[in-house]
């Protein structure tokens, strides 16, 4: 008995009996807790239906409200009661009733008996990934909120305000470093019992009792102060949308839920037939033992988000209807942005210049100095390569540089540690042709001989702003015409993604480009990778690679032409 699961059920009761039946007759215990809203007389009828499991208990129980202290409050009764319980326990998985497991509890059993020490967590630090949609980060952290968001929404604007204004901060108790990440976790009996144990638990429990939405940042936060090996990833696939509300999974889902090869998914909707049926058979045909990685399944829900939130072209709504420009065009001639080549290929600029013709800038928005093509600090126009004057008007530098050398493509290289002011004027513009690579500027940042802190923070700020980057790449009126890629989508085929650039840029050439330039040494991109996740910093923008460092998913190169 090395696996125990606590169930925060709240709705849809069958279901939850038809999980909590399945994981005891697996010999796995469970210990339910039931939202105090739910009526007695129902609660009661729950609870006899599963009297007669010895492995199933009920924990104490408390009105739950979403994003306050009471999800934690009723995790805390049910992990405590667990461990009394069931001495016998090493792992503690966290699960809500519309979970479903995927994969059989004895898979499960065995992978978490090959990692006995690693608590399974994510656990971000909250200044170096933005992960939030439309929430609160540091100042989670740093205010009070005694009021529900959702019950009494003016006043928790209002007292929010009210602190800002007066700069009123709280203090951050001695040990505790602020984390955040997904509510579901598989904790070992070692790091929850230090959590539930701690001397100073009344103090902690008492502060993080104002943070806003504790349920993911308690645990998260704590772990890291107990745990002596985190994995900062959950082995639950949860996924959410736009508006930060959790995907539903219904029965046309299977083959996605398959291939994630999590071992438990949330959210399943409760009419599932199908679903329940297939993953509750622990006789169905046994599948491949691949380590759970929901990120092969991101392209299928960033497609589905697109498209909530941008519509099919040509068909408008009113809360998708583009504000119209005031412009008669925003500049005078077609030019091509280069994003992340330049870290993936030796001499990539010189390599441009002989396929393309016309003039191939450097970083045109580096931080110093506009790299002007040939080293040049002045061009026509009289544009001068400061960079205090460039970003005085980063749009009009553009628009000018192009008037003054029209009748000549122009082409240049950019990337996160750019000046990013003129992106949303680039993103507007049809004569732009935009090339990205996403995640590229982890391969210099992997050989760097710098301490791994250092390492680190930079990842986070090159994150920080890619993310920025590519959302303004997705959001409406994009006009720009764009290929990108993550850089594991790019590196499956870098010939035949280059291809089809080339064609559009300078008409068809040969089939297949042999003359590429000489390409950075990426073998050690997989293990960088784990090391930032690990050191709380999330890689979001690089794709999947596989532990031996190859593609783990060979999908279709993530494209798309607007204009």
């Known amino acids: 008995m090395t696996l125990g699961f606590v169930l925060l059920v709240h709705t849809a009761f069958d279901r939850a009996e038809q999980v909590a039946r399945y994981f005891a007759a697996n010999g796995c215990p469970v210990v339910v807790h039931v939202d105090g809203k739910v009526r007695p007389r129902l609660f009661q009828q729950f609870r006899d239906r599963l009297a007669d499991e010895p492995l199933i208990r009920f924990s104490r129980r408390t009105r739950v409200e979403w994003g306050t202290w009471s999800i934690v409050r009723a995790t805390q009764m049910a992990s405590a009661r667990l461990l009394k319980d069931f001495p016998d326990v090493r792992h503690v998985f966290l699960a809500s009733g519309s979970c479903l ?67 009123l901060k709280r203090r951050i108790p001695p040990g505790v470093s602020p984390h955040l990440g997904s509510q579901w976790w598989c904790l070992t009996r070692r790091t929850l019992d230090s959590i539930l144990t701690a001397p100073d638990r009344a103090a902690i429990d008492s502060y993080f009792s104002k943070v806003w939405i504790p349920d993911e940042s308690y645990f998260q936060s704590l772990t890291r102060r107990y745990s002596t090996q985190v994995e900062s990833r959950p082995l639950t696939l949860s996924k959410f949308d736009v508006h930060g509300k959790p995907h539903i999974f219904y029965n046309d889902h299977q083959p996605l839920l398959e291939r994630s090869d999590c071992f438990v998914a949330r959210k399943i909707w409760p009419r599932a037939e199908g679903l329940y049926a297939t993953f509750l058979d622990d006789n169905r045909t046994a599948t491949r033992r691949a380590e759970p990685n929901p990120g092969k399944i991101d392209r299928v829900f960033s497609k589905a988000n697109e498209r909530r939130g941008q519509g099919r072209p040509g068909l408008y709504s009113q809360a998708r209807f583009p504000a119209p420009g005031l412009e008669n065009g925003l500049t005078c001639a077609r030019y091509n942005v280069f994003s992340g080549l330049d870290q993936l290929f030796e001499d990539f600029g010189s390599w441009l210049s002989g396929r393309l013709g016309g003039r191939v800038h450097g970083h045109l928005y580096a931080p110093d100095r506009a790299e002007f093509a040939g080293g040049e600090t002045v061009m026509n126009g009289c544009l001068s390569d400061s960079a205090a004057l460039r970003d005085y008007r980063p749009t009009q530098f553009l628009s000018n540089l192009l008037w003054s050398t029209r009748g000549e493509r122009q082409t240049f290289l950019f990337g996160p540690g750019d000046a990013q002011d003129v992106v949303p004027f680039i993103a507007r513009d049809p004569n732009a042709t935009i090339v990205a690579v996403s995640g590229a500027w982890a391969v210099p940042l992997s050989a760097s001989n710098a301490d791994f802190d250092t390492v680190k923070a930079e990842a986070a700020r090159l994150q920080r702003a890619e993310l920025v980057f590519l959302r303004t790449l997705r959001t409406p009126g994009v006009a720009a015409r764009v290929h990108q890629w993550t850089l594991a989508d790019f590196l499956a085929d870098p010939p035949e993604r280059l291809r089809a650039v080339m064609d559009e840029m300078s008409g068809p050439g040969p089939r297949r480009l042999t003359d590429l330039p000489a390409m950075r040494d990426t073998r050690g991109i997989p293990d960088f990778l784990l090391r930032l996740r690990n050191g709380g910093v999330k890689p979001l923008v690089m794709g999947n690679f596989d532990s031996n460092g190859t593609i783990a998913d060979r999908g279709p190169a993530a494209q798309r032409h607007a204009g």
Do not use: K
Not at 149 to 167: K, N, S, T
């Open 101 to 167: 497991p995927l994969r059989p509890v004895a898979e499960l059993r065995d992978y978490l008996d090959a990692h006995p020490e690693t608590d399974f967590i994510e656990s971000v630090t909250t200044d170096h990934v933005t992960w939030t949609v439309d929430g609160l980060e540091e100042e989670r952290f740093t205010l009070r909120f005694p009021f529900s968001w959702r019950r009494h929404r003016r006043l928790f604007d209002a007292y929010v305000a009210v602190q800002r204004r007066l700069g």
